[in-house]
C-alpha cells in the first residue's frame, strides 16, 4: 500500500531544468518556466518526483516490453511532439543536463532543398527533426500537399485506401524518420529502437524502414531492430511507477 511518504512519480514531458528548478524544453510550453513538481508537491500534499515522459517511456519498454531483451534501448515517442530517451541495463539515463536522447531538436537530416530552412520550431530553431515527425507536422503535410485537413491515423487510413497525396506523405514522412533514427544508431548504436506515440502505431511506417535506416547509417550492415512499443499509449506512465522501485533498491 502506498504511504502519503511515499512520493508520486510524474511522466511529463520536458525536463527539470538544474539551473533554475523550473520545467524546461516541454512542448506542453505552458509548463516552461513553472515549478510543475512543487506546485504537484503542494497541492497533494505528497513529495513529487517528475521525469521526462521519453524516458519513462524507455524504461517501461526496457523493462517488460518490447526490448525486455536489449541492453541498451532507445525509445522515440512519435506524438504531439518528437522525444526520445535512453535507458542502459534497464536504468534510465536522464543525463548530465537531462537532456539525453532529445534528437527531436536536432535539424532534420540529409535535408533536401524543399525541406530548408524547415518550419520554426517552439524551441526557437527552425527545421527541427520534430517540425517534421510529430503528428501535426504530418497533417501540415498532407493540408499543404492535398488541401484538406486530416488527423496522422485518418491519414494513414486514406493511404489505404487508394488516396495518392495521403501515400506521398507517408512515404516522405518514413524516409525522414529513417535519415533521423540513422542518426541516433550513429551515436549511440542501441540494440534496439522502440517506437511510441500515436504514430508509431501506423503500421505503414515500419514497412521498409529498417533498409531506409540501413542506407543512411554509417555502417556496411545494419541489424538494429525498429519496433513498435509494446505497452500501449500509456507505456510513458507505466515507466514512471517503474522509475519507483529501481530508485529505491
Ligand atoms: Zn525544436
Same mark, same amino acid.
Given at each position: 500500500?502506498?504511504?502519503?511518504?511515499?512520493?508520486?512519480?510524474?511522466?511529463?514531458?520536458?525536463?527539470?531544468?538544474?539551473?533554475?528548478?523550473?520545467?524546461?524544453?516541454?512542448?506542453?510550453?505552458?509548463?516552461?518556466?513553472?515549478?510543475?513538481?512543487?506546485?504537484?508537491?503542494?497541492?497533494?500534499?505528497?513529495?513529487?518526483?517528475?521525469?521526462?515522459?521519453?524516458?519513462? %517511456?524507455?524504461?517501461?519498454?526496457?523493462?517488460?516490453?518490447?526490448?525486455?531483451?536489449?541492453?541498451?534501448? %532507445?525509445?522515440?515517442?512519435?506524438?504531439?511532439?518528437?522525444?526520445?530517451?535512453?535507458?542502459?541495463?534497464?536504468?534510465?539515463?536522464?543525463?548530465?543536463?537531462?537532456?539525453?536522447?532529445?534528437?527531436?531538436?536536432?535539424?532534420?537530416?540529409?535535408?533536401?532543398?524543399?525541406?530548408?530552412?524547415?518550419?520554426?520550431?517552439?524551441?526557437?530553431?527552425?527545421?527541427?527533426?520534430?517540425?517534421?515527425?510529430?503528428?501535426?507536422?504530418?497533417?501540415?503535410?498532407?493540408?499543404?500537399?492535398?488541401?484538406?485537413?486530416?488527423?496522422?491515423?485518418?491519414?494513414?487510413?486514406?493511404?489505404?485506401?487508394?488516396?495518392?497525396?495521403?501515400?506521398?506523405?507517408?512515404?516522405?514522412?518514413?524516409?525522414?524518420?529513417?535519415?533521423?533514427?540513422?542518426?541516433?544508431?550513429?551515436?549511440?548504436?542501441?540494440?534496439?529502437?522502440?517506437?511510441?506515440?500515436?504514430?508509431?502505431?501506423?503500421?505503414?511506417?515500419?514497412?521498409?524502414?529498417?533498409?531506409?535506416?540501413?542506407?543512411?547509417? %554509417?555502417?556496411?550492415?545494419?541489424?538494429?531492430?525498429?519496433?513498435?512499443?509494446?505497452?500501449?499509449?500509456?507505456?510513458?506512465?507505466?515507466?514512471?511507477?517503474?522509475?519507483?522501485?529501481?530508485?529505491?533498491?
Amino acid at each position: 500500500m502506498i504511504s502519503v511518504a511515499e512520493p508520486i512519480w510524474i511522466a511529463s514531458p520536458g525536463a527539470i531544468s538544474k539551473r533554475t528548478g523550473l520545467i524546461k524544453n516541454s512542448n506542453s510550453t505552458g509548463l516552461n518556466g513553472k515549478p510543475l513538481d512543487r506546485d504537484l508537491a503542494e497541492r497533494l500534499g505528497r513529495n513529487i518526483r517528475l521525469e521526462n515522459d521519453a524516458n519513462c %517511456f524507455a524504461l517501461s519498454e526496457a523493462v517488460d516490453g518490447a526490448a525486455a531483451d536489449a541492453r541498451v534501448v %532507445f525509445g522515440v515517442i512519435l506524438g504531439t511532439g518528437v522525444g526520445g530517451g535512453l535507458v542502459i541495463d534497464k536504468t534510465t539515463i536522464a543525463g548530465r543536463n537531462r537532456i539525453a536522447g532529445e534528437w527531436g531538436h536536432k535539424p532534420l537530416p540529409w535535408p533536401h532543398g524543399e525541406e530548408r530552412p524547415g518550419p520554426p520550431c517552439y524551441c526557437g530553431k527552425t527545421g527541427c527533426i520534430e517540425t517534421f515527425l510529430s503528428g501535426p507536422a504530418l497533417a501540415r503535410e498532407y493540408r499543404e500537399r492535398s488541401g484538406k485537413t486530416l488527423l496522422a491515423e485518418a491519414i494513414a487510413t486514406a493511404a489505404q485506401t487508394g488516396d495518392a497525396d495521403a501515400a506521398a506523405c507517408l512515404e516522405r514522412y518514413r524516409d525522414r524518420l529513417a535519415r533521423g533514427l540513422a542518426t541516433v544508431i550513429d551515436l549511440l548504436d542501441p540494440d534496439k529502437i522502440v517506437l511510441g506515440g500515436g504514430l508509431s502505431n501506423i503500421a505503414q511506417l515500419y514497412e521498409g524502414l529498417a533498409a531506409l535506416v540501413a542506407g543512411y547509417a %554509417f555502417s556496411d550492415a545494419i541489424d538494429t531492430a525498429i519496433v513498435r512499443a509494446a505497452n500501449g499509449d500509456s507505456s510513458g506512465v507505466r515507466g514512471a511507477a517503474w522509475l519507483w522501485p529501481i530508485a529505491s533498491t
